[in-house]
Structure formats: C-alpha cells, structure tokens
C-alpha cells in the first residue's frame, strides 16, 4: 500500500478496458435503438445524425488503442455504411480489434507522452479517457435525438 | 514496472482528480453559455433544463467524494436557486469541497467495494467514474440544447 495518495495505483488496464467495452455496449445499444432512416438522417440543432457520431468513435477507437500499444498512429479509412446492420458490424470489428490489441499494450505506454495521430499530445492513459469521453459526449446528444424522437433510450446505467 | 498488465497503474488519485476537475471546468462554462432564463427552463424532447442536470452533477460530486473517504454515504439535501449566480456559487462550493476532501480519501478506499447511499455497489473508483461520465453524458445533452438555441457551446476539448 503507498503511504502517498499521488502515485496510488486506481485502476490498472483490465479494469480500464472493461469499462470503456461497457460503454461501448451501451453505444451498441444506442445505434440499436434507432430507428434505421433517423439513425442516417435525424438530428437536433443542425448537429451530425448518430450514425456520424457512431463513425467518428470507430474511427477513434481502434487507431488509438493500436497508437497507445505501438507508437504508430494509422488513421482509418472508412466510409459510411448504408444500413444500420453493417455499421453495426463495423462495431463488432472494433469491438474484437480493441480486445485483441489491449493486452499488448505495454504498461509503460499508458504514462508515456506521445503524439496521437502526430496532432495530439499526452500520455497514453489520457488519450483513450479522451476517446471513452468524447464516446460519452457524443452519446449523450443522440439520447436528446431518441427523445425529440419519442423512443426510450437504453438505461444509461446498464453497460451489461 | 509490473510485469503483468493485469496490475499496472495507470491513473492515480491525482490524475483522476485533475481530470475530473477539467470537465467540471467545462461544465461551468456550460452553465455561463446558457441564456439566464433558457438555464432554467429550455430543454428538448421533454427533458430537463440544463439547471436540473447540473443541479444533479452537484448532488453526487461533493456527497460521492466524501463517502469514498469517509465510508459514510450522506445526501446533499440542495434546492434548485433561482439565478445563474447562485448556481455558479453552489458549483464553486463544490469545487472547493471536492478539492479539500479528495486528498484524504485512503488509497485502498478506490478498489473497495461499498455501497454508495446504501443502494449502489461497487469499487470506489468505479462510484466516481460514474458521477464523472454521469456528468459528461448530461453536459453533452446541454450541447444540444445550446445549438437548438443557436449558441455555439464551449470546446468540448478544454479542460482549462
């Protein structure tokens, strides 16, 4: 146990995965629950309809993680799928990506500061925060859209 | 260094509470960007106005950082003020409350299991997890509230 608050350990890489796959659930979730034209079309306030949103976090996810595990920094190239089924099996890819390139991350890697995508700068721990937050973020106004929609959106609470 | 990522520290107590305090910082912002009557009573789809949502940040970040130090797991009992100044000080109060409390929150008080309120259980860290993204989550559904209104909200990116 550290006598000293500043350097205890508080969460270690497994704990941190499973929260962001759990977060990620609940995003699944999300895209579920739209409707399949109002996922591609509906939005509030001239915002970005959530199948937009949803890309912007699979263009973010997989990349980070391989950036924080290697040092390299590979954008992705991907286009917007035309059906709600395809997107959500380029969820599922990511999902099998990220569990598949977590556990080669190297432990140091999470404290190193590097350059995400050559633009971004901090440590690899606040990196990935950035991508689960902005995930977070971003879901939150599709919650918005389902409700000026009229649907129940999925419990946030419920990451299962 | 950990030979095994299982265990590694990657966040401590006081990356997490930087990090926290970053996204309360926005939240204020978010606040200060509201219009003073629109703050109290605009919102879309049937949701909460933008002052409930943060009146509910305030009821679990003070009462959740002291029930991780403490053990004991009291409600903040806070009415809802009338204007945006007396918000703004009840955010600074907490500020304050949070930063006094969370240097005295043992170190092994983050991985134990507890019930927070006496209905929630679950790691400390995990409890305080959920109050942050909670907080990003709502805050997002206040960007949208913002652009329906046609006010360009604060950068989701700083954290100053």
Chains 1, 2 share one sequence.
């Not at 949803?54 to 290697?70: C, H, N, Q, S, Y």
């Not at 971003?138 to 859209?145: A, D, F, N, P």
């Not at 419990?155 to 299962?160: E, H, L, M």
């Amino acid at each position: 146990m550290a006598a000293n608050n500043r350097n205890t350990p508080i969460l270690t890489p497994e704990t941190l995965l499973n929260h962001w796959q759990g977060h990620r659930r609940l995003t699944r979730r999300m895209i579920e629950a739209f409707p399949e034209d109002k996922l591609f079309s509906f939005s509030v306030g001239s915002m970005r309809p959530f199948s937009e949103l949803a890309m912007e976090f699979l263009k973010m996810a997989e990349p980070i993680t391989r950036g924080v595990a290697t040092g390299e920094w590979v954008s992705k190239d991907l286009t917007t799928p035309g059906t709600k089924v395809e997107l959500l099996a380029l969820w599922d890819q990511a999902t099998t990506a990220i569990n598949t390139i977590w556990p080669t991350i190297p432990p140091h890697r999470f404290r190193e500061v590097d350059k995400a995508f050559g633009q971004w700068e901090g440590e690899g721990i606040a990196t990935i925060l950035y991508a689960i937050d902005n995930e977070i973020h971003h879901r939150g106004q599709g919650y918005v859209y389902l409700r000026a929609l009229g649907i129940e959106p999925p419990a946030f609470y419920d990451r299962s």
